[in-house]
Structures are given as structure tokens and as C-alpha cells.
């Protein structure tokens, strides 16, 4: 009997796999990669020169006290960091010593001169002519004492930055001593590193009609920027012997002056740089992605890619200027692939 029931249980499974519909069949299809292109368009390339650098005072000097003597006074704005105004009075060194030489000394004019008129009145020759040395020399010690006294009263030789001060109110200074370093505000530099290749592209120095080549400054405060003009003024004859880069310099005047300016460049300030230069005949800027292995391009062509050697002028941030290999109309494929190979089909974005 067990045997009867698996053999009837075989029987039913054959006749339920025979009687199965049969699955229908998928044909395959072949799945074309999808690549984004440009459109190669040869002429005139502009370039532009990226650099960056740090804002410095064009007049940067250390102030120092030509006498000797104890500060009595310093004005309110002797702080670092301070700005100043030309001719401001920062310091004062007590005058006392100075103002009693200033007295001796007209003293002893009037006493030499004294002493002339008495030569004159009795006609001595050699005694009006030592009398007038002596006048002479009088003078010239008045002169150097009315200097000295001068020299108590310590102000600011230009609109400047107090950057650090090395003496303050009852500090005893020698002559000699160096008082503060000073900043000038009139005009600010910005020393920009460029490659030996980069140095072709750039211009500098004042035209013949009085113009100046010009270079934007950007600094993000945030998400807020801000940017200034400055115009290119020199190169410097030198290479850095480390880094080996030319240095051009960048010049912005009335730098803390905000209506010229939407915000102050202060000394010692991070800039961005984007130098408008010359131009590359007969070139063609691409994206970075679009080259590969350094000196090659793939293109699109009846649906099929195409490798095309090409010749690199330049490399740029994210940009690459060639020349040779391309013409126009040229479909340049610039996405990236992870495999990319000669006459493979793809269709276009």
C-alpha cells in the first residue's frame, strides 16, 4: 500500500511539471553609457593668474628719541594698534634740561656779539675777526640746542599704525632708544608669488597714457566678501631661493579709507588674488576632468568615443588651456567614466 500511494504522488508531480506554461523569454539589452560633452570652439583664451598674499605697510619705520630724559606725557592714541594722524603729538621727554641749554646758548650769542661790537668800536683786526668766529659758533649751538629742545615733542611723520610701542609715560629713554614702530596708512603692498610660467601672462608697471594694470584683492569675512582694486606696480627683480617664485606686487592706496573702499585692508590681512592677464591665441579651455593621462581627450563621434591626443599650453585651478587637437565642433566628453575605452558607444547627455 505505501508503495501504491508515492507512486500515484510521483505520477501527479510529472503530470503537474509537464502541464507548466512555459516562462517567456527576455530578450538582453545592451545599456549605452550616457556622457557629458562640450564644444570645442578654438580662439583667443584669456588667462587668469591666481595668487594670494599678506597686506604690508609701505612705510613701515621704527621711531627713535634723538634725546635723553624722562616721558611726561602720551597722548591717548599711543596704543598698539592705534591709528594716528600726521603730526600728532604721541610722546613728550621733560624739556627742562633742554629749554636751560636753549637760554645758555642765546646768552652766549648775545655775548659773542657783545664782544664783536666792542672789536669793531676799536678797530682791532684780529679781535673783530675772532669775535665773528665766536658769533658764529654761538649761533650754531643756539641752533643745535633749539633742536634738541624740538626733539622732547615725539609726532607721528605720517598718517600711520602704531604697530608696537617700546617706551611709556615715566619710562626714563636714552637718545637712541627706539620709541614704537609705525605703520603707514597711505598706501598698502601685497607681495604676490607667481610661478616662472605665470610670470609671461602678467602686466605691471604704469602705462605711457598714465593707466595702471589692475588685480582684485577678495578677503571672505564669513559668508560675507569683501574685495578691493590694486593696481600691479612692479615686479621684483629676484627669484625666492627656497620656493623659487617671482614676487609681484600689488598696491592699494588709502587703504582704511571706506569711501573709497566697501571695508578696510588692514595690515596684516589674508588676500585672494585673481590677475587678469594675456591671452592664448587659437587655445581652448577645458575642465580638468575632460583630460586624461596628462596629454589626451576623448571625443564623441557617430555615437562613439574617440581618443585625441592634444597639447597642454596651460593648467589652471580647475580649468586646462590646449591647443593643438581640436577643432571646432569637437563634442569633448567631460565626465568621468570608470572605464573609458576607444570606440565605445555612448549616448550624449
Known amino acids: 500500500m505505501p508503495l501504491l500511494v508515492l507512486a500515484a504522488a510521483a505520477v501527479i508531480a510529472l503530470l503537474l511539471i509537464n502541464s507548466r506554461a512555459e516562462l517567456p523569454r527576455r530578450e538582453g539589452v545592451a545599456t549605452v553609457p550616457v556622457v557629458e560633452v562640450m564644444t570645442a570652439e578654438p580662439g583667443p583664451v584669456p588667462v587668469t593668474v591666481h595668487s594670494r598674499g599678506i597686506v604690508a605697510a609701505r612705510s613701515n619705520i621704527e621711531l627713535v628719541t634723538e634725546v635723553s630724559g624722562v616721558v611726561v606725557e602720551a597722548a591717548p592714541e599711543f596704543v598698539e594698534g592705534g591709528a594716528v594722524s600726521e603730526g600728532t603729538v604721541l610722546l613728550r621727554i621733560d624739556p627742562i634740561d ?14 659773542a656779539k657783545l664782544a664783536l661790537a666792542e672789536a669793531n668800536v676799536l678797530v682791532m683786526r684780529a679781535s673783530i ?14 641752533r643745535q640746542a633749539e633742536a634738541e629742545l624740538a626733539n622732547t615733542t615725539i609726532v607721528a611723520p605720517f598718517d600711520a599704525i602704531i604697530d608696537t610701542k617700546h617706551a611709556d609715560l615715566g619710562q626714563y629713554v636714552q637718545a637712541g632708544t627706539a620709541l614704537m614702530r609705525l605703520l603707514g596708512t597711505a598706501s598698502v603692498e601685497v607681495r604676490l608669488p607667481l610661478l616662472p610660467e605665470d610670470v609671461p601672462f602678467v602686466r605691471y608697471g ?15 569675512f564669513g559668508a560675507i566678501e569683501h574685495s578691493w582694486e590694486a593696481r600691479l606696480v612692479r615686479l621684483e627683480q629676484r627669484v625666492d631661493e627656497q620656493t623659487r617664485v617671482f614676487y609681484l606686487v600689488a598696491e592699494v592706496i588709502a587703504p582704511y579709507d571706506t569711501t573709497i573702499h566697501s571695508w578696510p585692508l588692514s595690515v596684516g590681512l589674508f588676500v585672494q588674488a585673481q590677475i587678469r592677464g594675456g591671452e592664448l591665441p587659437m587655445a581652448t579651455r577645458i ?14 563621434e557617430e555615437g562613439n568615443v ?29 565626465s568621468r567614466l570608470d572605464l573609458m575605452v576607444e570606440n565605445m558607444p555612448v549616448a550624449v547627455q
Open 287 to 300: 575642465p580638468r576632468s575632460a583630460l586624461h593621462g596628462g596629454d589626451s581627450v576623448y571625443l564623441v
Open 129 to 142: 675777526d675772532e669775535a665773528e668766529a665766536q658769533v658764529e659758533a654761538s649761533q650754531d649751538r643756539l
Open 306 to 334: 574617440r581618443k585625441r591626443p592634444v597639447t597642454v599650453l596651460r593648467r589652471e585651478q580647475d580649468s586646462v588651456i590646449v591647443g593643438e587637437g581640436l577643432s571646432s565642433g569637437d563634442q569633448v566628453i567631460v
Open 98 to 111: 633742554y629749554e636751560v641749554a636753549v637760554s645758555a646758548a642765546r646768552a652766549a650769542v648775545a655775548s
Open 206 to 220: 604704469q602705462s605711457a597714457d598714465g593707466s595702471w594694470p589692475m588685480v582684485t584683492l577678495t578677503r571672505n
